[in-house]
């Protein structure tokens, strides 16, 4: 959602592009988790939410998703940042992606058994790593914008 609110005012049409791009993908991605989280669940029995310390959010959600972070805090677009100048958005979106990258390295840390969930965290982990990069490209490449340079920093 970051980065398909941002797409708007980005004033080049190539950083548009690519925020639309990587925006899209990024739907992809929560499609994935959120099937992960789905196969995991689905067939568990009250011993183990219990056990597993997912009874609380079983009396919540039952076993419906609902797209929360590990500790408990619900979504909202107030996690997300869009103001509208290219070069604090994109910072702002290369630092959202280390994050989730910190995110799937502790996943992977936590010695995940299920090879399916290890490769699919890894595959996911992949590709924030590239979106890092061409972020950084795009930053780079706009910062290098002389209109833009001086009209906002100069």
């Not at 099937?35 to 219990?50: P, S």
């Not at 595959?123 to 790593?129: H, I, S, T």
Request: charged letters at 25%; hydrophobic letters at 35%.
């Amino acid at each position: 959602m970051r980065y398909l609110s941002q797409r708007y005012t980005m004033p080049y049409k190539e950083c548009m592009a690519l925020l639309t791009d990587i925006g899209t993908e990024e739907l992809g991605h929560f499609e994935m988790i959120a099937t992960i989280v789905h196969q995991l669940t689905r067939n568990m029995t009250m011993e183990e939410l219990k056990a597993s310390g997912f009874d609380a959010y079983y009396v919540d959600h039952t076993l419906g998703l609902w797209p929360q972070a590990a500790s408990g805090t619900p979504f909202s677009a107030a996690m997300f940042q869009s103001v509208g100048d290219p070069i604090t958005d994109l910072t702002e979106d290369m630092a959202a992606e280390e994050k989730a990258r910190t995110t799937y390295d502790n996943i992977l840390r936590l010695s995940v058994d299920s090879p399916d969930v290890t490769d699919a965290i890894r595959f996911l982990r992949a590709r924030e790593v590239v979106h890092f990069q061409r972020f950084g490209e795009a930053n780079r490449e706009d910062c290098s914008k002389s209109e833009h340079t001086e009209s906002h920093h100069g």
